[in-house]
């Protein structure tokens, strides 16, 4: 048998090895640290989306949320998105822009109110940016209510805006 | 000490001593590291967690072993398919536009974002390996891969 051949052999054993002993470790640092990850998140289907942080909230929650006016919604989207539709009574808030609009879309709002954030689509990262954002600003009360925009349409709820 | 094994040597130091600096920031946070592969989009929801877990620790030992030349073949295969593994990511978020936190080195959200320049470090990093592993391959006995005749 070639030397090769006999190298590949021991590439594959031995990097099996090693994926087994990362593994082991791993998980059993994990199992004894105190801030230990749960391997796999459960949840509602709706929250199947919830992001590490557990920042996520159904659009059933977003909805009772809304009605009962316990929340501002905060739209991420840039503002022509916003300007032609967005949920009834939101602000906008795109996080790019956070330095410059905050105090005048936010300085009258006091850090404990429980924020809704959302953009459009399921993969929209602008919602999680500006949740992430607002968090470092010292809100505590923060959630976000992913593919918010499209989820929030298609169940018929308020939005308001030019409709452009 | 035959030709190019010094060198050989010192890139093996250098890559060991890369992963295991790279291990260590998201050992200590694994939530953090958790939500950077989420935003990644690629790998799916359920592995996140496990991914977060074991991946950092994976870079560390290979950065060991790297370091201290054991288990040489082995460790340069999943050396290199890691790099390759973050390459592909990295450009295929780039590509799709998609703001994401590189998670190379640090899981602080603040820094470390994932530019063409991290591709090209990775790039770096990538050939690096290459050229370990291919040595390793062609000639077992200088790279000192135990092999029988």
Not at chain 1, 2 to 27: E, F, T, Y
Not at chain 1, 129 to 152: I, N
């Amino acid at each position: 048998m070639s030397k090769s051949s006999q190298v590949i052999k021991s590439m594959i054993r031995q990097s099996g090895l090693i994926l087994l002993l990362a593994l082991a470790v791993g998980l059993g640092v994990n199992q004894v640290r105190s801030d230990r990850l749960p391997l796999v998140r459960s949840g509602p289907a709706e929250s199947r989306s919830a992001a590490a942080d557990g920042l996520t909230i159904s659009l059933e929650e977003a909805r009772r949320l809304h009605e009962t006016d316990q929340a501002l919604f905060l739209d991420a989207r840039p503002e022509p998105w916003f300007e032609m539709g967005h949920i009834q009574r939101a602000r906008n808030l795109p996080p790019e822009e956070i330095d410059r609009l905050f105090a005048q879309v936010l300085g009258d709002v006091p850090p404990h109110r429980l924020i809704v954030t959302y953009c459009d689509g399921e993969n929209c990262q602008l919602s999680h940016d500006l949740a992430f954002a607002l968090k470092q600003r010292g809100f505590t009360e923060v959630r976000v209510l992913v593919d918010g925009w499209r989820l929030w349409q298609e169940a018929g709820l308020p939005i308001e805006g030019s409709g452009g | 000490m035959k030709r190019g094994e010094g060198l050989a040597f010192l890139v093996r130091l250098f890559l060991g001593g890369v992963f295991i600096y790279a291990g260590l920031d998201k050992i200590i946070d694994p939530a953090g590291f958790a939500k950077i592969i989420y935003n990644y989009r690629i790998v799916p929801e359920i592995s996140i967690n496990l991914i977060a877990v074991c991946l950092p620790w994976l870079e560390f030992i290979l950065g060991v072993m790297l370091v201290a030349g054991i288990f040489r073949p082995g460790t340069l295969v999943l050396v290199n398919l890691l790099l390759l593994i973050f390459l592909g990511g990295l450009v295929f978020n780039l590509a799709r536009g998609l703001d994401v936190h590189c998670g190379c080195f640090t899981t602080d959200a603040s820094g470390d974002p994932a530019t063409w320049l991290a591709v090209v470090r990775d790039a770096i990093l990538l050939a690096l390996s290459l050229g370990l592993l291919v040595k390793t391959v062609r000639r077992p006995d200088l790279t000192g891969a135990k092999v029988k005749e």
